[in-house]
């Protein structure tokens, strides 16, 4: 007769059993299982700039100057080439946030020190999902479990402006530089307009019924521990969930980019978004604001303005506007926060934003 498996040892006494830890050929069959998927998924990548010229130019037989050729050579590139940078990243951070539960976030916030706090929640909102839709269960989690105000909004600036799905968009598409620049730039802002909310004492201007509220403490304590295959199909959620919800942005974003990119002037761009006019960057950021999108969808139409002749800083600076400051967030934050508290935060976040713009015209 066999003997008790590894997982068994122990529920006969009434003990919680163990999960049994990996071996060695697993770990080996995991990892070479993922090598492979790498390196096919690689070879697709490296293939899209010659399937897209054959598609367009061959296939469709569009001539390479005229102006549709040009907009449909670009859509039939960034689309696949989007999602796929998209589909990875999201899948390696499923699996990274399977070791972490959002009741440890607000454990390590609410126990740190204002300053120190503003860094870390800024941190931890680059590697930390969020939408219009969960701000409102996320600010109030936070404020209830005892995380200072000016730490929380440091995380609410930066979940959306530089989370990992912007970083790695830009650096597939613009390279490592541009990307650095754009998550320094996204941090500072983050963790100073924190520390400036916390300063000037806003409190009073949070909803009276949010204090009042308690969500659910530890959220049940800490997640069992998983198997690596567990975790795998984390990623694999993560992909279903952020993919699915994102693709029509990213579509219609791509869109977007592929008529500038076809149709409109690099003069005329140059003109309206370029360094040498003042007021290029409040213009973008105005702009930026009632618009609705993420960065699967805003940075394919950053990257055609790029190319049209728009000045670095003023189109960082309206990318900024569109996922920091969106109108629809603005809205969705009324149901935690008061007029003039929202009034405070747009106005700090958009000093910070007018400044990275102009900052960047000037230097690059």
């Given at each position: 007769m066999d003997g008790p498996r590894n997982e068994d040892i122990g529920t006969a006494n009434g003990q919680v059993a163990m999960p049994v830890r990996p071996g060695v050929a697993e770990i080996a069959g995991i990892f070479g299982a993922g090598s492979i998927a790498l390196g096919i998924w690689w070879l697709v990548y490296t293939g899209l700039a010659p399937f897209s010229k054959w598609f367009t130019f061959s296939l469709l037989a569009?001539?390479?100057t005229s102006h549709l050729g040009t907009a449909v050579e670009f859509f039939v590139f960034d689309v696949p080439k989007v999602l796929m940078l998209l589909i990875l990243v999201v899948f390696a951070v499923g699996i990274v946030r399977s070791f972490f539960t959002p009741a440890m976030a607000r454990r390590v916030l609410a126990g740190e020190r204002e300053a120190a706090g503003n860094i870390l929640a800024a941190l931890l909102g680059v590697?930390?999902?969020f939408c219009s839709c969960s701000a409102v269960p996320l600010f109030i989690g936070f404020v209830t479990s005892?995380?200072?105000?000016?730490?929380?909004?440091?995380?609410?600036?930066?979940?959306p402006m530089v989370n990992e799905i912007a970083l790695v968009l830009l650096f597939g598409l613009f390279g490592w530089k541009i990307a650095a620049i754009y998550a320094s730039a996204g941090l500072i802002i983050a963790m100073a307009s924190g520390w400036a909310i916390g300063r000037i004492g806003m409190e009073k201007h949070v909803e009276e019924w949010v204090f009042s509220s308690f969500i659910g403490g530890e959220e049940g304590g800490p997640e069992p521990s998983l198997t690596w295959q567990?975790?795998?199909?984390?990623?694999?959620?993560a992909v279903q969930d952020i993919v699915g919800k994102v693709w029509p942005y990213l579509l219609a974003g791509i869109g977007v980019g592929a008529a500038i990119h076809g149709y409109v002037p690099e003069d005329f761009m140059a003109g309206i978004m370029g360094a040498g006019a003042w007021w290029s960057v409040p213009l973008a950021v105005l702009i930026g604001i009632p618009m609705y999108s993420n960065a699967a969808g805003i940075i394919p139409i950053v990257q055609a303005l790029l190319g049209k002749g728009a000045a670095l800083g003023t189109a960082l600076a309206f990318m900024m506007s569109?996922?920091?400051l969106s109108l629809p967030e603005m809205i969705?934050?009324?149901?935690?926060?008061?007029v003039r508290l929202i009034?405070?935060?747009?106005?700090?976040?958009?000093?910070?934003?007018?400044?990275?713009?102009?900052?960047?015209?000037?230097?690059?």
């Open positions: 569009l001539p390479p590697a930390t999902p005892g995380v200072p105000l000016g730490v929380t909004f440091s995380f609410l600036v930066a979940a567990g975790r795998i199909r984390h990623g694999i959620e569109v996922i920091g969705i934050l009324r149901k935690v926060l008061k009034a405070a935060f747009i106005g700090i976040v958009g000093m910070g934003i007018l400044v990275v713009g102009y900052l960047f015209n000037a230097l690059l």
